[in-house]
């Protein structure tokens, strides 16, 4: 199995459930990134890890709470989401130091809070 | 802080026609450039990029971008566009210092038979 894999693809979830996102990359790449993608706004980078370590959380809430056990698995988990994180959750990975490379992305988990 | 403005939210092309969509970048250094394009329901995938050298970059389905300083503009092209190329793009400029890709809010391109 090759590229970017996010499981599940679709998830719906109460505000006082806890879930998690998975996302597993066989490219042997060293960065994995989650961002969020909302109609009608950019896509949002919430956190980036490099070889395990966490380089940026941009200030998201605490209610995501990441976990990068290597560098080929990262997850995101949930606990009493509001409405608007409804989103299509995105993650990618890259390889090197630099933005250069561009990003493998995977397919995206459809995150629905009721 | 870099940035990115995709003047378009949305484009219309008849099938064979070509196609341009704008983007336009806020980097104080040679920035790294992206074009990516999203389907329906799944993630984004890389069609180009440039970072140095030649500043007509080509990608792949055909698509080809143009990096003009002068201008701050990374423009992607097609000369002839397929039905299956309605999608949306996304550019994006990537951070010297590394892992802060910042992408612009995308332009919807319909195609037209």
């Known amino acids: 199995e090759t590229g970017v894999t996010q499981t599940p693809r679709h998830l719906v979830m109460g505000m006082t459930n806890k879930k998690s996102l998975k996302c597993e990359q066989h490219l042997g790449h060293n960065a994995m990134y989650w961002y969020k993608q909302s109609a009608k706004k950019p896509l949002e980078l919430m956190f980036v890890?490099?070889?395990?370590?966490?380089?940026e959380n941009n200030s998201v809430p605490s209610r995501f709470s990441p976990e990068c056990p290597n560098s080929s698995h990262l997850f995101l988990h949930l606990h009493t989401l509001q409405p608007e994180d409804s989103a299509l959750y995105l993650c990618?990975?890259?390889?090197?130091?630099?933005?250069?490379?561009?990003?493998?992305f995977g397919s995206g988990t459809r995150l629905t809070v009721v | 802080a870099q940035s990115v403005t995709q003047p378009d939210i949305h484009i219309t092309v008849s099938e064979g026609a070509s196609l341009e969509l704008r983007c336009n970048y806020s980097y104080g250094a040679t920035p790294y450039l992206f074009w990516y394009v999203q389907s329906p329901g799944q993630g984004l995938q890389l069609l180009l990029k440039y970072f140095s050298g030649d500043t007509l970059v080509q990608g792949i389905k055909g698509f080809e971008a143009e990096f003009k300083r002068s201008q701050s503009s990374f423009n992607l092209r097609k000369p002839s566009v397929h039905w299956s190329d309605a999608a949306e793009y996304f550019c994006?400029?990537?951070?010297?210092?590394?892992?802060?890709?910042?992408f612009g809010a995308g332009t919807r391109l319909f195609v037209k038979a």
């Open positions: 890890y490099n070889f395990k370590e966490q380089t």
């Open positions: 994006a400029v990537g951070n010297t210092g590394g892992f802060k890709t910042i």
């Open positions: 990618a990975s890259s390889q090197g130091r630099q933005d250069q490379g561009g990003y493998t």
